[in-house]
């Protein structure tokens, strides 16, 4: 069986030293009483429900799975009770809005709460997040809309399921056939099935207020006809209690690879009653207020399994006895060493524990542009938040799952022949890690995003906004005695960085196809460069922490240790990609389709 | 539900065209009535029967899995009888020695064979693989014990568990505990418990020889003094009939990641009747006799399942409509394109064809070098495929199956949501496959072998054997008009193999961790110029048969293009393996081993 610790010491680090949280809260309006103290008091508390209530939860969930018996779906034993227990714990009300009954806290500690929560259990975690939904609402929803719904879904006790896929258009929405017809008194009959639909049923919640992309009859064909809806599961009456059932049904739930405590549905919509969110024809617009949230939940998922994985391998490296070290016996007292002293098994550790601990520093830098931007008075910071955000979200997304999946399969193959064995609950990490890559858009969509969509498609403008910063970091800090080469280093890829676009872009004007042939190895590089980024910052830190106190911390130490391997093991990765982005699309388009089977 | 279809004609490109299998065996001793009508008309037969009666077990046996009961294991539903099909119709004799049974033909045909049952049902495959086994037996039993055991083996009528791992034990077996008691008779009671055996226990075959290593009372601690001993479920009289059952018996069955069909068994052994294989300790050489083949097996398993999943993955690719190509729409008279149209989905395809297409023709060539090694009665052409077994068998073993986990992955990937759900089969190849990065020695344990004690051992003489043929090969077709650019990339690779292994030799004096902080980026290079090698090969086949034939077969030509891909966008991986190879092992070793876990 796997543990879990809460990494509080890394998120104090990171607020306090690395990101000078406190400092930028100060500043920012009706957010000044933020304090450490009231951070951590929260952290810990928070880290302990994970610890203690959710990670129990794991396995027993993910052996059990959850269970559709006519139409209703009954999740894992135990799951009703903790999700009961952490929504009168007021956790899902963190960081949401005052005004829908929310604490107001900023979103860099519901992140923080996030990630611990799907390190415990990824399938319990995701049932508790709904910032997308939330968002989507807040956004674009009317006032009266909004009153009637937001409070009991901030509660948490109403969830709040997204419903964009159906059987035949996943990444292609413009496909999609969900009707939406107009009533007389304003509100809509929506018609449709709806699948991969996480959440769209289950015993935790006593309603589910689902976000549903539909098509009015005259709507145009294609992405610029679909509408956004709030179709409940039961129908609310106008003082807020529940009222009719809705013709909203659960068709079946889906048998899958892992996430089995996850219920993931096929949603029938049957002439159910639906209320139009944001203009007709705006659910596209709509819909985007809540990816940026989504999809950066999923690159968190990256960083909880990984996390959790590294975890439960770094005890086992220290544990498991077998072979004697390549340099002689280390501890000539037992019957073999510990495997932690193989160069290989460090090797894995280290490339698991770079992956979850840059990956955390770059989801914090997130989430902090998720408060800048809901925050701040001040409009040019607004709109930097908001290209970086752009920027960043496909590379959170994208790089982060891919990294996980990798992460993952390396904490299982650290644990050899056990780890392929259900009951040490490796294994799972990685069934569970596998959807990250897939959900909220593929790697390849997210590649495509990245490099079509947010920076050709600005014609670099925003790429700019975020190497400027690395730039300036690097300027800032080229003499810095003990991270010069981390530097020196960071610089270089990241000029590089600049260069590669520019060269992917003229490709791009003789052969459209040279970007689809380029996105996923620009989206790899991109991650690289940004994980080196936070890498040192993070060394800059720790060095000049080790340095002030004249301090042996083995925190500090471990993350100066950690920073060079990234650097010198991981970083160097970037080279295969730049050489791949530039490769040409010849070699992928040339064969015809009919020979790929024979 | 995933399909199957046999690789007929790449197994007669590869034995007709690139390997000129019939020449060969014309030159050996005992083999030249091989000719191709007769292994096109036994691989089409092998075929049809891993389509019809394999296939249709994968995925039902995924899901039902293995039953344990008072000690008893019952297979999923239908292995039994498929089982019994299977060794009437003689497939398990293909290569055995006439002289118990077999038919005496070449390995490189059962080497096929292998593959296609592997890719059909994995799990089913590992049943009626038993090389190792035979080999084991064949080489170092007394003959009264080969006469007595190997003919029921052959047959398929006998199974031959290899016992092995302990619970304390697994790479390192050194440390094993099982015991071996001399009794007056000249058998041997075995005490002990053995974990991770396969098929220990099942339903299929009437009797189960183990191959069990234990421990002398007075052996010497370690590896050097373990021996090996045959140990019957159910004692076998002297007339061959069976008699009383053994005193061994099967604890449990593990639950696993995949490979639910096949029995991971618990066996105890209290006070069962053994028989010595080989001299007293002299356990582990009797076992090497075997670890090569059973290594070769695992190999093919990588093989196996990246073409059954490429195979569907691409069927999915051209059917699956969604989106428009970069370039506009390919097919406007339909909703969308099929998803072949993108860069990456074929980028996708690629990698995954070019491993396994890549990997079958590495396969050939080491069944080739196990035919020549048994055959020749030529000592220096022995000698030449004992080092090149010695040295590829870490590659194909370690090598493949990483490229495995990274093509299956890439198979469900394509598949994108649909992918992760179990009924689609996708998952399920990534799960079977990831066994074989572990069992029979992690991708770890393959790295160190390869580096350290084939390689760096033989100060590099090994290698030269395989260097020297890719160095000729080179040097023949420089001139090549068509391959020439393949021959050069290859040329420059095969050069810089020796460089590395000399600069790493010379770093491993200084500081033994370099090489294991080394292996398994040595490991993962070797691969890709081993690969490198054969897909020059197959495309310098396919070239001349395009112009001599003035032919516009599309094999032919798709075969040219996959090799094209392979060296324009998997052989640049060498560039960041050989960094990674002269990377110090610093920044490794430098982090205290308490400073893993805070």
Same mark, same amino acid.
């Given at each position: 069986m796997t543990t879990y610790k809460a990494p509080l010491i890394d998120y104090k680090f990171l607020f306090e030293e690395v990101f000078d949280v406190y400092g930028i809260y100060e500043d920012l309006p009706n957010s000044s009483d933020l304090t450490p103290e009231l951070t951590d008091s929260i952290l810990e508390q928070a880290g302990k429900f994970a610890e203690q209530e959710i990670q129990p939860l794991n396995y027993p969930g993910h052996e059990e799975g959850c269970h559709w018996k006519d139409g209703k779906v009954t999740t894992p034993k135990g799951y009703k009770e903790v999700y009961q227990k952490y929504i009168e714990s007021g956790w899902t009300q963190i960081s949401e809005n005052p005004i829908y009954g929310g604490q107001g806290l900023p979103r860099i500690i519901n992140a923080a709460i996030g990630e611990m929560n799907l390190s415990a259990c990824t399938a319990f975690g995701i049932y508790v997040t709904r910032d997308g939904s939330i968002a989507a609402i807040e956004n674009n929803a009317s006032k009266a809309l909004k009153e009637k719904y937001l409070p009991k879904l901030i509660e948490g006790s109403w969830g709040g399921p997204m419903c964009m896929s159906e059987p035949h258009c996943g990444s292609d929405l413009g496909l999609l056939r969900t009707k939406a017809e107009p009533r007389t008194d304003g509100s809509y009959s929506i018609s449709g099935t709806k699948m991969f639909i996480t959440g769209g049923e289950a015993d935790l919640a006593?309603?589910?207020? *689902?976000l549903v992309l539909a098509r009015l009859p005259d709507s145009p064909k294609g992405i610029k006809g679909i509408s956004l809806f709030i179709v409940p599961n039961i129908l609310v009456n106008d003082d807020g209690s529940l009222g009719e059932k809705n013709g909203v049904s659960c068709g079946s739930i889906e048998h899958k690879m892992g996430l089995n405590? #996850?219920?993931t549905c096929v949603m029938n919509f049957d002439g159910a009653t639906g209320y139009l969110v944001g203009g007709i024809n705006k659910g596209? *617009? =709509?819909? &985007? #207020?809540?990816?940026n949230k989504s999809r950066f939940t999923i690159g968190q998922q990256g960083t909880a399994l990984a996390e959790v994985s590294y975890q439960n391998a770094a005890l086992y490296a220290l544990d498991r006895l077998q072979m004697r070290a390549l340099t002689g016996a280390q501890n000539p007292e037992l019957v073999a060493d510990p495997i932690i002293v193989h160069p290989d098994v460090r090797r894995m550790l280290l490339t698991q524990r770079a992956f979850a601990e840059g990956s955390r520093a770059f989801n914090t830098y997130i989430a902090l542009l998720f408060d800048k931007q809901e925050r701040t008075e001040n409009e040019k910071e607004k709109q930097t938040c908001d290209a970086l955000l752009d920027l960043l979200t496909p590379i959170c997304k994208g790089f982060n799952s891919e990294m996980c999946t990798e992460s993952v399969n390396l904490g299982l193959q650290t644990f050899g022949g056990h780890g392929y064995i259900r009951e040490n609950g490796m294994e799972q990490f990685v069934r569970d890690a596998r959807a990250a890559q897939i959900y909220e858009g593929t790697t390849g969509i997210q590649g495509l995003d990245l490099l079509g969509r947010k920076i050709l498609a600005s014609q670099g403008e925003l790429l700019k906004v975020f190497t400027k910063e690395i730039h300036l970091f690097c300027e800032e800090? @080229?003499?810095?005695?003990?991270i010069k080469p981390f530097i020196n280093r960071l610089s270089d890829v990241n000029n590089q960085w600049l260069e590669l676009t520019l060269k992917v872009g003229t490709q791009a004007m003789t052969d459209p196809n040279n970007v689809g042939a380029a996105s996923v190895d620009y989206l790899m590089y991109s991650g690289y460069v940004t &994980? =080196?980024?936070f890498?040192? @910052?993070? =060394?800059k830190s720790s060095a000049e922490l080790l340095e002030k106190n004249d301090s042996h911390s083995p925190f500090h130490q471990a993350k100066l240790q950690t920073a060079r391997f990234y650097f010198e093991r991981l970083l160097p990765r970037t080279s295969l990609h730049a050489e791949l982005i530039l490769s040409s699309s010849d070699n992928l388009m040339e064969m015809n389709s009919d020979h790929f089977v024979f």
């Open positions: 006593e309603n589910n207020i *689902h405590g #996850s219920a596209m *617009h =709509a819909m &985007f #207020s809540m990816v800090n @080229k003499n810095h005695r003990q &994980f =080196a980024y890498w040192a @910052k993070m =060394a």
